[in-house]
């Protein structure tokens, strides 16, 4: 047995942590680019603290998934101010400009010197500068990985600029920082981290390791998503789906994932839909034809132990009771069909072509066919 395990250099997990983020970053450099989502106010609390540990803040906004010309903004806006550090203050999206930007305003070239798929997907020649990944949601897990997901309008599609350096030297996950999130951010970034947990634990690369921490996360997402959804200042939920979060990053960072994210990158570069609602859409489905497969032509794989034991704590007893579940869950946290979110017939043949290049479909537990593709798309439209 071989394996490879890396992450953040150090990680910060528990209530009240984000008070340690400032003391951190005075120790990292003098000028931070600080890269929150729209709502800047909820960032106040971190820039005062920075001021008063002499640290200097070049604030810069995202406000939707990030593409590749926001970064070279956000890049040109560091090196202007002179920041030597950046922060990321906010959701998935924030924190994966922040990585990208540290990692451009150390290296020489354009963004698609670097990207994957639509790129060149050149390594990084130099260290980024030092980055402090700090989540407002409980899902993607970005504080813990190395790669960073942008949109490119002109090809349709989101793909990763990828590399180990991209790590953050400090994660700091502050379940407190997650309770103002509404109720529908609540279902996609849990749903999110639901499906990252899943196929990180299912993976080709999934190792014993990785598998910890998917027996760990799981158990949490299942008895606490339902409750944050309902009730958002419910701390012990905010908690478990923050630690959920925090592990499906560790688990997918070096387990990689599967369908639902080969789909849902070429989804969400082709469609203005949410990542969470998109993997959630896909999700029952996709373990659907992998249990199909599996069962076909790899009836002795793993995945199929792993997909009965996921199904057994969720109350069940086969690896169909466990599908029938997360169906249940979409169903109560009210996730929409695809066509609801722009998807139609016409756009199946580009989807699943796009899909069968992405690097997430390399680690599927089964190769899936054309066909097979194809129809879960349409069981999901």
């Known amino acids: 047995m071989t394996f490879e395990f890396a992450t953040a250099g150090r990680i910060l997990f528990g209530n009240g942590t984000l008070a340690q983020a400032a003391p951190a970053a005075a120790g990292l450099g003098r000028r931070a680019l600080v890269v929150t989502g729209r709502n800047?106010?909820?960032?106040r609390p971190l820039l005062d603290a920075l001021q008063k540990e002499n640290v200097g803040a070049e604030l810069f906004t995202v406000g939707g998934e990030p593409t590749v010309a926001e970064v070279l903004k956000a890049v040109e806006r560091a090196r202007s101010a002179q920041c030597d550090l950046v922060i990321g203050f906010g959701g998935g999206s924030v924190i994966d400009l922040a990585k990208a930007a540290a990692a451009l305003m150390t290296n020489p070239g354009d963004p698609f010197d670097y990207l994957e798929v639509i790129g060149k997907g050149l390594p990084l020649r130099e260290r980024p500068a030092p980055c402090i990944a700090i989540?407002?949601?409980a899902g993607t897990g970005a504080e813990v990985t190395k790669n960073s997901v942008l949109a490119s309008p002109e090809h349709r599609v989101k793909v990763s600029i990828r590399h180990p350096l991209m790590m953050p030297v400090l994660a700091i996950v502050d379940p407190e920082c997650t309770l103002s999130m509404p109720p529908a951010v609540t279902a996609a970034t849990g749903l999110d981290a639901l499906t990252q947990?899943?196929?990180?634990?299912?993976?080709?690369?999934?190792n014993p390791a990785t598998d910890g921490f998917c027996r760990e996360g799981l158990p949490c997402i299942v008895r606490s998503l339902c409750r944050a959804f309902e009730n958002g200042s419910d701390l012990k939920a905010r908690e478990d789906m923050s630690l959920a979060s925090l592990f499906s990053g560790l688990a997918l960072a070096n387990a990689g994932l599967g369908a639902?994210?080969?789909f849902s990158g070429p989804i969400g570069g082709m469609f203005d839909a949410p990542h969470g609602m998109?993997?959630?859409a896909l999700l029952p489905h996709v373990m659907k034809a992998n249990l199909t497969a599996l069962k076909a032509r790899q009836p002795e794989s793993p995945a199929l132990v792993k997909l009965t034991e996921f199904a057994q704590l969720t109350g069940g007893a086969t690896a169909e009771d466990g599908i029938k579940w997360i169906a249940g869950l979409c169903r109560d946290l009210q996730v929409p069909p695809l066509s609801a979110l722009g998807v139609a017939e016409k756009d199946f043949s580009a989807l699943v072509a796009n899909a069968q290049r992405a690097s997430s479909m390399k680690t599927n537990p089964v190769e899936l066919t054309e066909r097979e593709l194809t129809q879960i798309l349409h069981a999901a439209l």
């Open 260 to 262: 639902v994210h080969g």
């Open 197 to 206: 947990l899943l196929e990180a634990f299912i993976s080709k690369k999934a």
């Open 278 to 280: 998109v993997c959630a």
């Open 40 to 43: 800047t106010e909820r960032a």
């Open 135 to 137: 989540p407002t949601t």
